[in-house]
């Protein structure tokens, strides 16, 4: 076999090898982009559930502080409590919308932008809904408790109180992401569907990269 043919075979399986390459990099990529719409479809019907469950819990909070009887302790805590789930429901709302206007397969990075902004979001979320723990040592006072108690039972009470509110804001502060590569926070920040927008900002880098070898 004369030099020449010897090269026109080099050279057309080298472009064979290319095309099987640039397929195979095709499909991871297509791979790649389904797990991400599964890992934010599940991240979506989470915080459909929790939109739903906030709604009809704030309801069934704005029900009994409405019908409090009077009782300016249980009503402030439980319309305390109720505000923080506001917030919450509120900010799933805004997660759906920005789900909702994203298209991966348009602008990868503006997808990540987004993702790393409901990403934050979530883990405020979190970290606000702790704020409300010291609230539920309140909700129980009524006036009469508040007349007739005696010195131990506020001195015991209000430093179960203090307790709380020390360690919600002690939490508030230490479940930010500059902590997390402590387990237990990393934990925390991937729970309510967080692991699930993890999944997906790592298949998107994936992506990516396959389109930068491209």
């Known amino acids: 076999m004369e ?3 010897i090269k026109q075979l080099w050279h057309a399986y080298d472009l064979k090898l290319e095309q099987s390459l640039s397929i195979n990099k095709q499909i991871m990529r297509e791979l790649q982009t389904q797990r991400v719409e599964d890992n934010i479809g599940a991240f979506k019907r989470n915080q459909v559930a929790g939109l739903v469950i906030g709604i009809l819990w704030i309801a069934v909070l704005a029900f009994f502080a409405l019908h409090a009887q009077g009782n300016i302790y249980f009503a402030g ?3 305390l409590i109720a505000i923080f789930n506001i917030f919450a429901v509120a900010a799933y709302i805004r997660h759906l ?3 909702d206007g994203m298209n991966i397969t348009d602008s990868i990075t503006d997808a990540q932008q987004k993702l790393a902004k409901i990403q934050t ?15 539920w040592c309140t909700f129980w006072y009524n006036q009469y408790l508040v007349d007739h108690a005696g010195t131990q039972f506020w001195l015991i009470n209000l430093s179960v109180v203090t307790i709380f509110v020390i360690l919600s804001i002690y939490l ?18 991937e729970s309510f569907g967080g692991k699930k927008l993890s ?16």
Request: aromatic share 10%.
């Open 77 to 79: 805590s439980i319309g």
């Open 121 to 135: 979001s979530l883990s405020l979320v979190g970290r606000i809904m702790i704020l409300q723990a010291p609230l």
């Open 172 to 189: 508030f502060q230490k479940l930010s992401y500059k902590n997390i590569h402590i387990k237990w926070v990393k934990a925390f920040n």
């Open 199 to 214: 999944k997906a900002m790592e298949f998107l880098k994936d992506i990516e990269e396959y389109k930068i070898e491209s």
């Open 3 to 5: 030099e020449l043919d």
């Open 97 to 99: 919308a920005l789900l």
